[in-house]
Each structure stands twice: as C-alpha cells, then as structure tokens.
C-alpha cells in the first residue's frame, strides 16, 4: 500500500501534512481541515478484508461522549481504501513520560486513570475492544514538559485495534498470544493493569508465555511501592494470567478505583478542615 504524499487531497475537505507511522495494518497522517484550518489526524486501513469492522469502529467512537478518549470527528471511504479523522492530540504518551520523570506515585496514577475507566467502560458496552492497551497508546496531554513532573496527568486513550491483532510483550494477556485464545473485555482489563504496574514501577511486567513458565510477577508493594491495599488487589487481579481469575468489567474496576479516590478526597479534605487558619493581623 502506498503512502499518501503530503498535499494530497482528502474527501476535498483534509489536506495531508506528513506520515506520522504505522500501526498495524493502518498508516497514520497528520492533516488539516481546509478551509477552517483544524489539525486533525487520519488513519488509513489497508486491509480490504477489515474495511467494515474499521467503519463500524469509527462510527461507534463517533457517538461516543467521554473526554478520556480520542474523539473521531468523521469517517469516509475513498481511493478504494477507509479512513478515520480523530481530534489531533498534543502531548507526550505515557511511556515517553515514564521514561522521562519515573514512576508515578499510586495516588496520582490512580485518580489520572478513572476517567479512562469510565471511558473504557461506554466502549465495552457499545460491544467494543480496544486490544491495544499499552503506556505507547495513553497521551499525557499538554504542551509543555520541560518543568518536570505534572502533578495532575490528563489521560487520553487513543489507537483502537478493533481491527487487526496487534501483540506487545508485557501487555497482551495469554488468550491473545493464543490462536485459540477467546478475547473480550477482560483482554483489555489485563492490558489495563499491565500498564499500571508498569507506571507504578517503572519497569516493563514480564510477558504473559513467560509467566506460564515461572510466574515471579511482584505486586507494587512487594517492591517498595506505596499503594493502598485495595487498588493492588484489583491491579494484581486484573492481571491474572487465567481470565476467569481477573475482574470480569470494567465496572469493577471502575467501582473499586472511584470509592477509594472518593475517600482519599474525603480524608484530605477532613485534614485542611482541622489545619489551623493564621490569624489575621490587626
């Protein structure tokens, strides 16, 4: 499959700008939306066999009303072939922000990733599967990077894979290394908490074959990490090797991560209560 070269033509409305990659079986380009000048990113599939799926992919994300994933702003087919627009993202991907700051403490990781919860949880109940979680698939958003380390992350899931069998050691459980493996919501679930642990820990979990030999996967405070009790069970659990083991939604998850965020608010707002106020000076 050929590349579009830039300044050609899209649907007579997006002009090509660069080839940013590929991924799987789709090219990425960065483009603008003439004549309003919107900056917008366009996937490409080149697998005639998928075209479908990729459609109903674009149109299912479409509807979809959560600021936690890329937004597809329109679908087309043209030169024989399918596209997706998505919003253009600036920003950093989260395994460029771990390798840059380290870990992230369990508290902020773990508040940063409700909203991808919650976004998770309306792409599984529109009969979606992401398939791709990984740190390289979640944008930090912002535009700015050179003062360290934010103390508030804003999360963006993008790169579906609806489509195509993408495999990234570390993150792709058993049943999708398998031929024989039968994914679904937990495929995701377990991809979820790999990357977690790897945000948690800095370090890369070990692959799910290489598990079924010698599982030595540590939970976080096994390792020194500070994290509330609760979130490491659910976070160990959804990355259990057998699926039938890990929770079975992301609503579980969502649950679990939501009270204890909620409390930790509660108990942080309690302790500004008590701290004393200065006295003003008369």
Known sequence: MQQLKPGSKL?????????????????????VQEPIGLKVCIKELFIKESRDTFLRE????????????????DYFEE??????????????TLKEYVKRYGPIPADQLFSAILPILSGLSLIHKRGLIHRDIAPDNLMVLGTDFSGGPSQTLRLKLFDFDEYTCTLK??????????????????????ALSA?????LTGKIPDGAYSRLLDDNLKAPSNLGIEIDPELE????????????????????????????????????GSRAAKRPQKRKKV
């Open 58 to 73: 674009g149109r299912i994300l479409a509807t979809l009303k959560s600021d936690s994933i890329v937004k597809v702003l």
């Open 195 to 199: 990357t977690l642990w790897y945000c």
């Open 233 to 268: 069970d659910i976070l160990m659990r959804g990355l259990s090797l057998q699926k039938e083991d890990r929770p079975q939604s992301i609503d579980e998850m969502l649950a679990i991560v939501g009270r204890e965020q909620a409390v930790k608010k509660a108990g942080d």
């Open 79 to 92: 030169n024989e072939t399918s596209y997706i627009v998505l919003e253009y993202l600036e920003g950093i």
């Open 169 to 190: 050691d570390g993150y792709s459980p058993i049943e999708q290394v398998s031929s024989q493996g039968n994914q679904g919501t937990t495929t995701d679930i377990y």
């Open 11 to 31: 649907n007579n409305k997006y002009r090509i700008l660069r080839f940013i990659g590929q991924g799987g079986f789709a090219f990425a380009y960065e483009a």
